[in-house]
């Protein structure tokens, strides 16, 4: 983020013994004479004004005030002597600068009401223009305190339906265990068998992708771009747009405050949909059968096509007591093993799957 400077505005201080607001520059209470104690803090004035008169402008680039180690008068930051009593300053106690103020005001603030007469003064008034009274601040009204949330209780019945929920997934999962590890023994006759060879076909076609312009490889064909946000920037670019916060005030410690804003770069560039020509399955084909003699199947390759991937699937099915139950196996020797025809004797599990598989007795 950069940082931009919009100006310089007038900061105001309010007199601690009669409760005057002064304009920044003001070294002195403008209505009892008292000298700007140390620890007065320099407050945003109802209305952020660019200062544009000349002497404004030097006294607020001058840095920080510093106030006599002597007398405590407090004297512009690029003076080496005291103007009431000579001393030497170098020693001096600079004001504290850099605290941000506040939010540019871009409202007009609203009027403030003179304590003696009533009358509605602009806010940018120190004294009333009507009795000539010293300009409080206008009090902000006290807010309404929030409602305290009451503390959360935990309902008696939600722990019983919590309670009766946890029994049900512990009894879920014994049962669960139990179905698995409970096998029973049957006599099966093989009944049927089935297999399924396939090999994938690969061949040369477009695949769309997606990439910034300077990232597409050269064999790509580009089907559309579009702009896009690619980043941001704290300087300027090719193709950027420049966005800011909102401006703020900083303490320059000399009455003054400087308009800044934080300000950056969206950097754009060109999102692009290309194609390229690659290798990929364009196809599968398949041969099956009934019986223990698979075969792949026969292909026919076009031009510029390959084989891929080869897959293998053997079903079996067995008569358990009258009811089919399958075997799927990818090993072609052990699949050649069940004849049409032949008992076995089967290991099943409570949910009805074959775990193991023995020639019959
Ligand atoms: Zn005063
Ligand atoms: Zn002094
Ligand atoms: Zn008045």
Known sequence: MAKQSLGYTELEWTCPF??????????VCGNCGAPQPKDVQFEQAAEDKIVADQEGLEMAKAGP???????GTRNP???VKCSRCGGDLTEGEKREAGQVIGAQQTKPAPDIICDYCNTPNPASNTKCKNCGSPLGKEQPKPAAAAPRAAPAKMNPAFLIIGGIVLLLICGAIAFFVMQGTRTESNIARVSDVNWKRSIVVLGYAPVTYNAWADQIPQAAEVNYCSERER???????????????????????????????????????????????ELQPVGVIDETGSDLNPFWPETRLEQDQQL???????????????????Y?????????EFQPGSDWELEINGFGNIVGINPAP
Do not use: W
């Open 18 to 27: 009669c409760s005057t607001r002064n304009p920044g520059r003001a070294k």
């Open 65 to 71: 005030d510093i106030h006599c180690p002597f007398c």
């Open 77 to 79: 930051g690029n003076a």
């Open 231 to 277: 980043g941001r920037s704290a300087f300027p670019t090719d193709n950027s747009q420049q966005i800011c916060g909102t401006p703020y005030v900083v303490d320059q410690g000399s009455g003054f405050g400087e308009m800044v804003q934080d300000c950056e770069y969206i950097v754009y560039d060109d999102y692009c949909e290309y194609s390229v020509v």
């Open 308 to 326: 891929g991937e080869r897959n293998e699937v053997y079903q079996i099915t067995f008569d358990v007591n009258g009811e089919p139950v399958t």
């Open 328 to 336: 799927e196996t990818t090993n072609l020797n052990e699949y050649l």
